[in-house]
């Protein structure tokens, strides 16, 4: 989606950082806070890709960028490229905690590997890139932290034992943090989205339906039937509230999950 040229580019002379911003959601995001004038930092370990997104944004928005081949639960990597952003550009304003995995499995065949590689990127990536930009946003007195959990954190999915467990721990984690941060005019939100269409959610698709034994493309098809809104969702639609939260006009809203999904939860 390309904004109108009259849209007001709110976040020129910010610093926005988008974990996981290769590809999907984080992509979206990160074009985004490009079109309205932010600086772009790009946190994923595809490095290729990363790189190719951060050069598309700078040539296409004429905006600064940098791409950091970083794993989100790596405690010294994050501060190492916290340490980079900041000799870079000299401050954070914004960042995204977007970098998240999904494993389809069934709770029997659930192995501990799997398990822990769920909850390291889905949670602790949260914690540890949380806790690495706390201190930066308290000196700054000032500053906009994303994290993104799934309405899978606020009802069950079948199979799903370790991706709903994790993002709704990403719920808790958001509104513990918002306490900690918010005498600083720091503020913490989650974002939950519904089913989007990207990347992460046609392996969802090809997970559930092998489980299932259906033909590829059925989970989808009844997925968007269900929803009340009849259509599955769009990136642009959750980069929209994205960029709320991260705006001035989200300026006293603190510790909130916001479900962007259609009405898939009324159901």
Not at 74 to 95: P, S, T
Request: hydrophobic share 45%; glycine share 8%.
């Amino acid at each position: 989606m390309q904004l109108p040229e009259h849209y007001p580019h709110r976040f020129t002379g910010q610093v926005a950082v988008i974990t996981g911003g290769a590809q999907g959601l984080g992509e979206g995001f990160a074009r985004r806070f490009a079109q309205e004038g932010a600086c772009v930092v790009i946190i994923d370990l595809q490095c290729d890709k990363c790189e190719q997104v951060a050069a598309r944004l700078h040539d296409e928005f004429c905006v600064q960028t940098l791409a950091i081949d970083a794993s989100v639960s790596d405690r010294d990597a994050i501060k190492a490229a916290v340490g980079h952003i900041l000799d870079e550009f000299g401050r954070i304003d914004i960042w995204v905690n977007n970098a998240g995995v999904y494993r389809g499995t069934a709770i029997e065949n659930l192995t501990m590997e799997e398990w822990a590689f769920m909850l390291d990127v889905n949670y602790t990536g949260v914690f540890v890139c949380t806790q690495a930009i706390a201190p930066v946003m308290k000196r700054q007195r000032k500053g906009r932290i994303i994290n993104m959990s799934s309405i899978a954190g606020r009802t069950g999915f079948k199979n799903s034992v370790a991706y709903c467990s994790t993002k709704a721990a990403v719920i808790g984690l958001t509104r513990a943090s918002a306490m900690d941060l918010a005498a600083y005019n720091v503020t913490v939100n989650a974002v939950c989205p519904g089913t989007i269409l990207t990347d992460m959610v046609l392996q969802v698709d090809h997970d559930i339906c092998a489980n299932e034994g259906w033909p590829p493309g059925t989970h989808l098809k009844n997925k968007a039937e269900s929803i009340p809104m009849k259509r599955l969702g769009t990136i642009e639609e959750v980069a929209g509230v994205v960029a709320f939260l991260a705006s001035d006009d989200a300026a006293f809203v603190t510790g909130q999950a916001i479900e962007v999904d259609g009405g898939e939860l009324l159901v």
